[in-house]
């Protein structure tokens, strides 16, 4: 059986890369950036697309979340949370001190700030991807080091000369991998996630969207405002909470939202991950089996 192919932020040794490692009879193939990856999964080229939707320091990805709202029908189908250690990466010989470049993706080179602001010597260079700083300092004979992961170090014979710079210990990344059509199946512990679009601006339009959510009993987990690239002020919602289409209430409540009060979009729902997302899930389970057993008990007593 042909594996699927998965698009994923290249070059080898990215966080993209390691997350991708994650998936199970898939081949993985490195793009040159985010729009690239979800690009190829649009039109066929690949099968899935796996990228980095928000950080736990910088939060969301632009390219990412702009190029499922705007750009292509993709949908959602697993998310993968890693967490992100980051180290300085630099050919043997160099020390921190020596250092006065250093490379990195955008979000990266944000999440050490603080370390980068200590070395004396150094200006800050955006690369596409960290493996890819890690891949031009390799080349380079210059005195530059990268910020990426250990496995980008053994990948292009670099030393971590410094590790662990990032500012906040917990940081992490969720990825998110989307194909073209299918939704996952559900699991008793979901996320769905959807942008609404407006019509008109107008007072208490934001909150009758919510409240449609609030007298379901529906739990948002995230709201985000998208600039729609229509023009100054024009905003669109970004929205993630608990529950599946498959799901009657989740999908009476999109439904009552496309009807009456905005135009939604679907990107997915998919199970939750993370600790306690299998306990969760078991919790659910047995909360449902235990609501039809008891469903089944009252109906039964209806007379014919």
């Known amino acids: 059986m042909a594996l699927a192919r998965v698009g994923f932020l290249g070059p080898e040794g990215s966080f993209s890369h390691e997350a ?3 998936l199970e009879n898939v081949e993985a193939v490195a793009c040159g950036s985010i729009p690239e ?6 039109n066929g080229t690949l099968e899935l697309g796996l990228v980095p939707l928000e950080n736990a320091i910088e939060g969301t990805v632009s390219a990412s979340i702009d190029g499922l709202v705007f750009d292509h029908e993709l949908v959602i189908e697993r998310e993968i949370v890693l967490p992100i250690h980051l180290h300085l990466l630099a050919r043997p010989g160099v020390s921190p001190a020596e250092v006065t470049k250093v490379l990195s993706y955008v979000h990266a080179l944000e999440q050490c700030r603080g370390y980068v602001a200590t070395l004396p010597l150094a200006t800050t260079i955006q690369t596409t991807s960290t493996s890819q700083a890690a891949r031009d300092v390799a080349s380079s004979n210059e005195p530059w080091a990268a910020v990426g992961s250990l ?3 053994d990948l292009f014979g ?3 000369i410094a590790q662990n710079i990032e500012d906040h210990p917990d940081n992490a990344t969720r990825f998110i991998l989307v194909g073209r059509d299918a939704i996952a199946s559900p699991t008793g512990n979901d996320r769905t996630s959807i942008v609404c679009f407006q019509d008109a601006n107008h007072p208490g339009s934001l909150y009758a969207i919510l409240g449609r959510f609030a007298a379901r009993d529906i739990n948002l987990t995230k709201l985000e405002s998208r600039p729609t ?4 002020g024009d905003y669109c919602f970004v929205m993630e909470f608990e529950g599946h289409v498959a799901d009657d209430v989740v999908a009476d409540c999109l439904a009552d939202l496309q009807a009456h009060l905005t135009r939604v979009k679907f990107l997915g729902s998919y199970p939750v991950t993370g600790a306690g997302a299998e306990d969760r899930r078991e919790e659910v389970g047995e909360a449902r089996k235990s609501a039809s057993t008891w469903i089944a008990s009252i109906r039964s007593r209806v007379r014919t």
């Not at 990856?37 to 649009?42: I, K, Q, R, T, Y």
């Not at 690239?229 to 100054?232: A, E, F, I, V, Y």
């Open 20 to 22: 991708a490692a994650k």
């Open 158 to 160: 670099l030393e971590a």
């Open 229 to 232: 690239k229509q023009g100054l």
């Open 151 to 153: 496995v980008a170090a």
């Open 37 to 42: 990856v979800l690009a190829s999964v649009a």
